[in-house]
């Protein structure tokens, strides 16, 4: 069972390099989610989408971009890596109930990025 | 703006021991409150699930409360393990669309 997957796992970037992080999730869920967590400030929501071809900024979206061109997958950009940008960073990615208060997220194993 | 705030940062406690461990937010207008583990170099795994209108959910040898008009979560651990060793994280469902507000968590470590 792979759940939610995110590629790469590490990565170190030069400030100014661009690279797209991949989540992939084989659960045939609707939402799908991008956060970052850092020390001292818990997981903060970057981007998520509700479905195919939709996306919608959270509470960190400056200096990413996103793309949910499948349902399965979820890709985070970084056009111009910053100093800031280095962190942790999560997927996750949950159903749609009628329910919504019975929705719970899964997660990924995370990408560590550091940007020099 | 909603804020979690979990206390204490950090728990270390000797095998057997039963413990708690505690989570504010500011807004009491939230849908459910989650705790969720997360062990060193991985994600989230979602431990309980507390929907607004219910006072606790019990998983286990996991007892979650909510008091929600006072703003306060507890994670109750009862004959903890060592394998209990693992950051505790609790969010709540704000009223935006989905998203969660996450703590800072509590990394706790259970000796033999």
């Known amino acids: 069972n792979a759940g939610v997957t995110q590629t790469p796992k590490f990565r170190v970037l030069k400030t100014g390099q661009s690279m797209t992080l991949l989540c992939a999730q084989d659960m045939n869920h609707e939402y799908m989610y991008w956060y970052r967590q850092d020390p001292g400030m818990g997981l903060r929501l970057i981007h998520y989408?509700?479905?195919?071809?939709?996306?919608a900024k959270g509470e960190v979206p400056d200096g990413y971009n996103v793309s949910r061109l499948k349902k399965q997958n979820f890709l985070l950009g970084l056009e111009s890596a910053a100093p800031s940008q280095t962190s942790v960073y999560f997927c996750?990615?949950?159903?749609?109930?009628?329910?919504?208060?019975?929705?719970?997220?899964?997660f990924g194993a995370g990408t560590r990025l550091s940007v020099l | 703006k909603q804020e979690v705030t979990q206390i204490p940062a950090a728990l270390s406690v000797p095998e057997g021991e039963n413990l708690v461990l505690n989570c504010s937010f500011t807004?009491?207008?939230?849908?459910?409150l989650q705790w969720f583990r997360q062990d060193p170099g991985k994600g989230l795994t979602s431990l309980l699930l507390?929907?607004?209108?219910?006072r606790e959910q019990t998983s286990g040898r996991l007892n979650a409360s909510l008091d929600k008009s006072s703003g306060r979560s507890t994670l109750y651990i009862a004959a903890s393990q060592p394998g209990d060793s693992a950051t505790y994280l609790c969010a709540v469902r704000d009223t935006g669309f989905q998203k969660l507000v996450f703590g800072t968590g509590t990394r706790l470590l259970v000796s033999p």
């Open positions: 507390i929907q607004s209108s219910q």
């Open positions: 989408s509700v479905g195919e071809g939709t996306t």
């Open positions: 996750a990615s949950s159903p749609r109930w009628r329910d919504s208060s019975k929705n719970i997220q899964y």
């Open positions: 807004d009491s207008a939230i849908y459910n």
